[in-house]
Structure formats: structure tokens, C-alpha cells
T-cell receptor, first 112, second 113 residues
Framework: GAGVSQSPRYKVAKRGQDVALRCDPI?????LFWYQQALGQGPEFLTY????????KSGLPSDRFFAERPEGSVSTLKIQRTQQEDSAVYLC??????????FGSGTRLTVV | SQQGEEDPQALSIQEGENATMNCSYK?????LQWYRQNSGRGLVHLIL?????REKHSGRLRVTLDTSKKSSSLLITASRAADTASYFC?????????????FGTGTRLTIIP
């Protein structure tokens, strides 16, 4: 596609509910990144894929967070048993080989 | 954790004036990039400067990099109302580039018409 597509755009979850956030990167982009952005802050790295391989998951805040990219294209970030502190905007970005990131518009998650 | 810190945190200027934002970072880098974020949207890449470069221009944007001071600046000349946004610096510390970026805390720029 022309850009990075994320869905849903907004998600309200009750505390304890599981959520799944989808990212559809630019076709042919090898690298895919997930970031978490709290209000008024810069994006914080969560995890990174090169094709289907998850090369770095050092930023995932707990074992409730899980990401996959099984066929090297679409990626899903799953959060189990959501907590209020998980409320944030989740950004996905993809990159070819030049190190320049193209970001999606993000998913705003609100846990109530 | 944030690798970079932008300064100032917020900046308001009159349309037509120049805006300067600074970024400091902590470790050696492969490249440094600047991104813009409009409210409620994703980030848009503005410019990339490599560790062996000192200055780069793109339209009304001028970026400088001082690796000895671990700092960078972004200058936007002849500002426009549409430049109102948050601006983030981001560093790539990988050996070959194209690995994760670490973002700073951002400068919120407001252009007053």
C-alpha cells in the first residue's frame, strides 16, 4: 500500500481484556517496528522485526505484551490482561534498508 | 528510556520567524534523524544526518550535527502556521543503520499567525 496502515484507530478495553493491534507495513519493507507513546512523550521502542524474525523485543514492558509477524508482512501486537498503565498510542513503523521510518497513524488504546 | 532530549520543550514564535530546536544524546550514533508529529497523527520523517556529516539542508530545514558535543540542531526558516507540530530527534546507534531508533522527548512548536 501507499503507507503504513494501523487498525483499529481507537480501542477502548476494559481492564483485564485482551487486545490485538494490527499493522500493515509498506509492501517490500523488510523492517517493522512497534513503539508506545504516552501523552506528551516521545515514542518508546517496544520491538522490531526483520522479515518474520523478531530481532529485538527488549522494550516490551511485560510478558503480557506479545508481537508477531508470521509471514514477514502484517504484524500484530497483542496485549493480554490489559491494565490502565497500558493506555497509550501504539505506533507501527516500517523501513526498507535506508534507515528512514514510515509511521502509521497509530492505535489509541484506552483501558478503563 | 529516552536517548535524546530536545530543548526547548515548547516554543512559540510569530509566523515568518525562524525556529531553532536542539537535541542532545548520550551515546555514539550511526545517524540522527528529525521527525515531525502533528496532533493525533503518526510521525513524519524530515531529514537524516549521518555521523560523518556536519550539516544538511532540505528546503526550509537546516540540520547540524556535532558529534563531539553529542548534539544536533534543527532550524526551520521562515516559519508557517502549518509548521505547528511536535518535533522529535531520533538516534540510530547500530553499526550499519536501519535498526531501532531511540526518540527524544520532543519540542512542541507553535507558530502564531
Amino acid at each position: 500500500g501507499a503507507g503504513v496502515s494501523q487498525s483499529p484507530r481507537y480501542k477502548v478495553a476494559k481492564r483485564g481484556q485482551d487486545v490485538a493491534l494490527r499493522c500493515d507495513p509498506i509492501s517490500g519493507h523488510v523492517s517493522l517496528f512497534w513503539y508506545q507513546q504516552a501523552l506528551g512523550q516521545g515514542p518508546e521502542f517496544l520491538t522490531y522485526f526483520q522479515n518474520e524474525a523478531q530481532l529485538d523485543k527488549s522494550g516490551l514492558p511485560s510478558d503480557r505484551f506479545f508481537a508477531e509477524r508470521p509471514e514477514g508482512s502484517v504484524s500484530t501486537l497483542k496485549i493480554q490482561r490489559t491494565q490502565q498503565e497500558d493506555s497509550a498510542v501504539y505506533l507501527c513503523a516500517s523501513s526498507f534498508r535506508d534507515g528512514v521510518f514510515t509511521f502509521g497513524s497509530g492505535t489509541r488504546l484506552t483501558v478503563v | 528510556s529516552q536517548q535524546g532530549e530536545e530543548d526547548p520543550q515548547a516554543l512559540s514564535i510569530q509566523e515568518g520567524e525562524n525556529a531553532t530546536m536542539n537535541c542532545s544524546y548520550k551515546t555514539s550514533i550511526n545517524n540522527l534523524q528529525w521527525y515531525r508529529q502533528n496532533s493525533g497523527r503518526g510521525l513524519v520523517h524530515l531529514i537524516l544526518i549521518r555521523s560523518n556529516e556536519r550539516e544538511k539542508h532540505s528546503g526550509r530545514l537546516r540540520v547540524t550535527l556535532d558529534t563531539s558535543k553529542k548534539s544536533s540542531s534543527l532550524l526551520i526558516t521562515a516559519s508557517r502556521a502549518a509548521d505547528t507540530a511536535s518535533y522529535f530527534c531520533a538516534t540510530d546507534i547500530s553499526n550499519f543503520g536501519n535498526e531501532k531508533l531511540t526518540f527524544g522527548t520532543g519540542t512542541r512548536l507553535t507558530i502564531i499567525p
